[in-house]
């Protein structure tokens, strides 16, 4: 992980997606289509059968990870997305399931 700068135009949300998202390949299928989109950070299940997740990228390919974890992967079936701005001086240099 590398220090992210003041001017640096990255934004860093924490996402999560309740529903039927575990046990559905959720996690792997986030982690492929954010390296298809760019985007960097991670993926885990949290205790309480949610997705929780660390999305970190420009705007717009924040935005296209964010509209795909409202659908998810084809067994998914995804209830709501909450996302909050993160406040972090963290770069993440790829997107990982952990």
């Known amino acids: 992980?590398?220090?992210l700068y003041?001017?640096?135009r990255v934004e860093t949300l924490e996402v999560r997606v309740t529903g039927r998202v575990q046990g559905v390949?959720?996690?792997v299928a986030a982690v492929r289509h954010a390296h298809m989109l760019g985007v960097t950070g991670w993926v885990r299940n949290a205790d309480d059968g949610a997705?929780?997740?660390l999305l970190?990228?420009?705007h717009d390919q924040i935005d296209r990870m964010?509209?795909?974890?409202?659908?998810g992967p084809p067994?998914?079936?995804?209830?709501?997305?909450?996302?909050?701005?993160?406040?972090?001086?963290r770069h993440f240099d790829r997107f990982e399931q952990i």
């Open 75 to 89: 067994g998914a079936r995804v209830l709501e997305v909450d996302s909050q701005v993160a406040l972090t001086e």
């Open 51 to 53: 997705v929780e997740a």
């Open 6 to 8: 003041r001017d640096s």
């Open 66 to 71: 964010l509209s795909w974890l409202h659908v």
């Open 1 to 3: 992980m590398k220090k």
């Open 25 to 27: 390949g959720f996690r």
């Open 56 to 58: 970190q990228g420009p």
